[in-house]
């Protein structure tokens, strides 16, 4: 089957570095996207990796291993705006994307 | 630039009555268009998508239904709606794969609550 696994909630602080992991079981692969929701609205794209490797895109990287099936993102100098839902969808051999259910991140002053 | 609008919103319906949840897409042409339902503390769940004009694919069987009565237009509709409709649905939007990156493009949701 297919599966999605990230932590359900994490907390870090204000200016501080946070690492949101993610492991999954997919039917085929074709990369991993990392997508942002706020509360209430829609996800927004944050990244994609199809390769293994670190992509970095600002305040935000993306690590992928597939052999592994696993991908993290990262978040550097954490701002109060980061506050939300982080969702992680591998793509299947469907070009279909699995959700899972997001890790809803805390920041704190 | 490419858009992506649905409506309404928000709305509040009572059991058994009509739904029709529309989303229109701007600036692109022969869009995948795809219909998601997100509960509460839970992940998206695909309910339909399409490649083309009338053509739909299920993922999940219930009592909703999906049509695209043209190539940039994409429809949720339900004839009897139940308590366990309510969520928050989300249409969304990619190039056809092969193409880009597959990445999706989401308007801005329709809060349903059934009561």
């Known amino acids: 089957g297919q599966n999605i696994d990230q932590p359900t909630e994490m907390t870090a602080t204000e200016g501080a570095i946070v690492q949101i992991n993610c492991t999954y079981q997919?039917?085929?692969?074709?990369?991993l996207f990392w997508y942002q929701q706020h509360a209430g609205e829609a996800p927004t794209f944050l990244s994609y990796?199809?390769l293994d490797g670190l992509e970095e895109k600002g305040r935000f990287s993306s690590f992928l291993s597939r052999s592994k099936g696993y991908s993290y993102l990262l978040l550097k100098e954490l701002q109060m705006k980061d506050s939300a839902s982080y969702l992680c969808?591998?793509?299947?051999?469907?070009?279909?994307?699995?959700w899972g259910a997001g890790t809803k991140l805390i920041i704190k002053p | 630039s490419q858009t992506i609008h649905q409506w309404p919103a928000t709305l509040v319906q009572p059991v058994g009555s009509p739904l029709s949840l529309e989303c229109t897409v701007e600036g692109t042409s022969n869009p995948n268009l795809y219909w998601y339902r997100q509960a509460a503390g839970r992940g998206l769940q695909l309910l339909f998508y399409s490649v083309g004009i009338g053509q739909i694919s299920s993922e999940v069987p219930q009592n909703l239904s999906a049509s695209r009565p043209q190539d940039r237009q994409f429809i949720l509709s339900s004839k009897k709606l139940l308590l366990s409709d309510s969520g928050f649905y989300l249409c969304?939007?990619?190039?056809?794969?092969?193409?880009?990156?597959?990445?999706?493009?989401f308007g801005e949701g329709s809060r349903l609550t059934v009561l």
């Open positions: 997919t039917s085929g692969f074709n990369g």
């Open positions: 969808a591998p793509m299947d051999s469907n070009y279909q994307l699995i």
């Open positions: 990796n199809v």
């Open positions: 969304a939007w990619s190039v056809s794969p092969g193409h880009s990156t597959g990445e999706l493009f």
